[in-house]
């Protein structure tokens, strides 16, 4: 008995479609598979350092949260401790940074007590400019307006705020503070104040910071030195000479010797010489008024 011929057409029908699954005929594709891969997790941090309130500490302690989140879920529950040292920044920067990206909606924290926090990433591209929606709230276009991101999910975007510039106008005033006693430092009659000027520059241009602390143990040092019959000038000129942050003194650096021809000069100042004289006078029994 002679088959119909479109006896196999089902079978054939089915088997077209195992066969155009086989070959890779394109599916539909999962939005939240591997949002957080390598070229998404760099598209993130392209985007996060256009944002103008981020400072570099933010995006230094936002590149180890990336470094250490699911490409999956953007979860990412690095300790405090751990950021810190990857980053290379103080542990109180740290804190800031990571509550100043929360405010800026670059990540949710979930705290929980115990145990380390736990950082979601709220936005992710794909390398192609689209975004893909996560678990949790994606970018928002306020915050971040250099960004281009899809509709959002989730909670509202967070107010635009200024909570940065505040904290700039303390530092700029605290850095004017902090100039303006160190002008006001007086210096001892027996140091020339260019010479001291030179050697705070010294200390600026090999990247050592001069605080007013250190400013005044320099000051006691060669005070020290200068008892021990060295002249302060020398000393600070072989320091910057040697490129030292510090005064080592060296046998070049004594006052002026006791060769032929040579006047030895007196490094003291002429109320210290005038009180000399009095200590003195006064071991013979001799008062001088002032």
């Known amino acids: 008995m002679a088959r119909p011929e479109n006896a196999d057409a089902p079978l054939r029908k089915q088997r077209g479609v195992e066969d155009n699954m086989d070959l890779g005929k394109p599916q539909a594709k999962d939005n939240t598979a591997g949002s957080f891969n390598y070229s998404g997790k760099l598209a993130l941090f392209v985007a996060a350092a256009r944002d103008p309130r981020l400072m570099k500490t933010d995006l230094a302690a936002f590149s180890v949260l990336l470094e250490h989140a699911d490409k999956h879920t953007g979860e990412a529950y690095p300790s405090v401790a751990r950021i810190v040292a990857e980053s290379r920044v103080p542990r109180t920067t740290v804190i800031r940074a990571l509550k100043r990206l929360e405010d800026c909606n670059w990540i949710r924290t979930d705290k929980r007590i115990g145990a380390h926090s736990t950082y979601w990433l709220t936005g992710s591209t794909d390398g192609t400019g689209s975004t893909h929606g996560t678990r949790t709230t994606q970018v928002s276009n306020r915050c971040h307006p250099g960004l281009r991101t899809g509709s959002t999910h989730g909670t509202d975007p967070v107010p635009h705020v200024e909570p940065e510039q505040g904290e700039k106008k303390n530092r700029v005033v605290t850095g004017e503070s902090a100039r303006t006693k160190q002008v006001q430092m007086t210096l001892p009659t027996w140091l020339p104040a260019d010479a001291w000027a030179t050697w705070k520059q010294h200390r600026k241009a090999v990247g050592r910071k001069f605080t007013e602390h250190a400013e005044e143990l320099a000051l006691r040092r060669l005070a020290t030195l200068r008892a021990e019959g060295h002249d302060p000038v020398?000393?600070?000129?072989?320091?910057?000479?040697?490129?030292?942050?510090?005064?080592?003194?060296?046998?070049?650096?004594?006052?002026?010797?006791?060769?032929?021809?040579?006047?030895?000069?007196?490094?003291?100042?002429?109320?210290?010489?005038?009180?000399?004289?009095?200590?003195?006078?006064?071991?013979?029994?001799?008062?001088?008024?002032?």
């Open 234 to 290: 020398k000393v600070i000129e072989l320091a910057i000479e040697s490129c030292w942050s510090s005064f080592n003194p060296r046998e070049s650096t004594k006052a002026s010797g006791n060769g032929a021809g040579q006047i030895q000069r007196d490094t003291r100042s002429e109320d210290e010489i005038e009180a000399a004289n009095r200590e003195q006078l006064a071991r013979f029994g001799i008062e001088v008024e002032a």
